[in-house]
């Protein structure tokens, strides 16, 4: 049995209690994919997953435009390299914009929140505390992420894979089913027991 970090442990208590006051409004899906204004792409950790991410960006491009399209690294790792800086904004977090335990700091939140995204799209394959802390700053928004994975609160759309190893194939059936959804007439309502309404779509 793994036994979890004191870091991990303090991270997971302080993100519990962010999460028991999360508050995740309505979303008419489809609708709520047609006309995002700000898009923030939580990106993975690892550069095997970068690189597999890059190779989607024309595909994210086509799925959000016009919309500016922002990317949000781990903290601490440069992308700069790895990711075209043209038709882009990247963001890097600092040390200092994270706590000890590796969640943002709330005044790193209130600069997120400047931007007003109002699209979140987390293609980390691993939990990230980070990732979720930020997911959680974002109530209003459209938070979409892969089935069987965090959940609500953080997400309010979760798109399933059959792939559970082979991650270009789970980035890609992702992103072809929510290519699929947004431009369908299907609407469909499945409220959990909080009254909140969650979708899962399934590839």
């Given at each position: 049995?793994?036994?979890?970090?004191?870091?991990?442990?303090?991270?997971?208590?302080?993100?519990?209690?962010?999460?028991?006051?999360?508050?995740?409004?309505?979303?008419?899906?489809?609708?709520?994919?047609?006309?995002?204004?700000?898009?923030?792409?939580?990106?993975?950790?690892?550069?095997?997953?970068?690189?597999?991410?890059?190779?989607?960006?024309?595909?994210?491009?086509?799925?959000?435009?016009?919309?500016?399209?922002?990317?949000?690294?781990?903290?601490?790792?440069?992308?700069?390299?790895?990711?075209?800086?043209?038709?882009?904004?990247?963001?890097?977090?600092?040390?200092?914009?994270?706590?000890?335990?590796?969640?943002?700091?709330?005044?790193?939140?209130?600069?997120?929140?400047?931007?007003?995204?109002?699209?979140?799209?987390?293609?980390n394959l691993e939990v990230s505390y980070f990732t979720s802390?930020?997911?959680?700053?974002?109530?209003?928004?459209?938070?979409?992420?892969?089935?069987?994975?965090?959940?609500?609160?953080?997400?309010?759309?979760?798109?399933?894979?059959?792939?559970?190893?082979?991650?270009?194939?789970?980035?890609?059936?992702?992103?072809?089913?929510?290519?699929?959804?947004?431009?369908?007439?299907?609407?469909?309502?499945?409220?959990?027991?909080?009254?909140?309404?969650?979708?899962?779509?399934?590839?």
């Amino acid at each position: 049995m793994m036994t979890m970090s004191l870091r991990d442990y303090v991270a997971k208590i302080k993100l519990d209690s962010r999460k028991a006051k999360a508050d995740s409004g309505r979303f008419d899906f489809p609708a709520a994919l047609h006309k995002p204004k700000q898009v923030l792409v939580c990106l993975p950790g690892t550069l095997r997953q970068l690189t597999l991410v890059k190779q989607f960006l024309p595909t994210l491009t086509e799925l959000f435009k016009p919309a500016e399209i922002t990317l949000l690294s781990m903290p601490g790792i440069r992308i700069a390299d790895i990711f075209p800086r043209k038709g882009f904004r990247i963001l890097t977090p600092t040390s200092d914009q994270t706590t000890w335990s590796g969640l943002a700091k709330k005044n790193y939140l209130k600069l997120l929140q400047e931007s007003k995204f109002d699209l979140l799209l987390d293609l980390n394959l691993e939990v990230s505390y980070f990732t979720s802390s930020v997911l959680l700053g974002f109530p209003k928004a459209v938070r979409i992420g892969r089935g069987n994975h965090l959940g609500q609160p953080f997400y309010n759309l979760e798109i399933k894979t059959k792939y559970l190893r082979d991650e270009r194939n789970i980035y890609r059936s992702l992103l072809e089913t929510l290519s699929l959804f947004k431009n369908s007439r299907v609407r469909p309502s499945t409220p959990d027991h909080s009254g909140q309404a969650s979708e899962e779509l399934c590839t």
